[in-house]
């Protein structure tokens, strides 16, 4: 796969997937035997449900068709589409990612060590992270890639149960 193939599906892709109203957060092109391999994620605030993503692959099977019958970018080989949004499990590297997961438990690294902490808010410059030490903000050039962290039940502190 050239990297010239790679640039013209990401322009077909890429506006695509803007005027559905979502980011790319990643286009991966690759050969699988004849065919190619064109996997997308995409995100946007509010999350991304499967409607969504069906919605968004009809779309861009259009686009890539079409690109296609006016010599586009397979060059006569078939390929294969895949859209979905990114899992829990990618790091988060970009203000929007931490913003779309205030709330979250995540372990991030500052400085010289790995904090375990909450987001209680991200904006343009930082993010606001409840750490066992208290609160406190930090600017994403402080951060490191933060991961989040699963939670399989949270306490508010209280007795959740009512009787």
């Known amino acids: 796969m ?4 790679r640039k013209r599906i990401r322009a077909v892709v890429e506006p695509v997937v803007t005027a559905e109203g979502y980011d790319l957060e990643e286009l991966k092109v690759s050969q699988a035997g004849r065919r190619t391999m064109v996997r997308v994620l995409v995100d946007r605030d509010g999350g991304v449900d499967l409607d969504a993503i069906a919605a968004v692959s009809r779309e861009l099977s259009k686009a890539l068709d079409a690109a296609e019958a006016d010599e586009g970018p397979f060059a006569a080989s078939s390929y294969t589409l895949e859209v979905s949004s990114p899992g829990v499990d990618r790091p988060l590297t970009m203000p929007r990612h931490w913003r779309r997961n205030a709330g979250r ?3 991030v690294r500052l400085k ?6 909450r987001i209680t808010g991200a904006d343009d410059d930082g993010v606001e992270l409840d750490t066992p030490e208290g609160s406190r903000r930090v600017a994403y050039g402080d951060l490191g890639s933060g991961r989040i962290q699963l939670e399989f039940s949270r306490s508010s502190g209280k007795n959740e149960r009512q009787e």
């Open 2 to 5: 050239t990297d010239v193939t």
């Open 105 to 107: 438990l995540v372990s």
């Open 112 to 117: 010289d060590s790995t904090v375990t902490a």
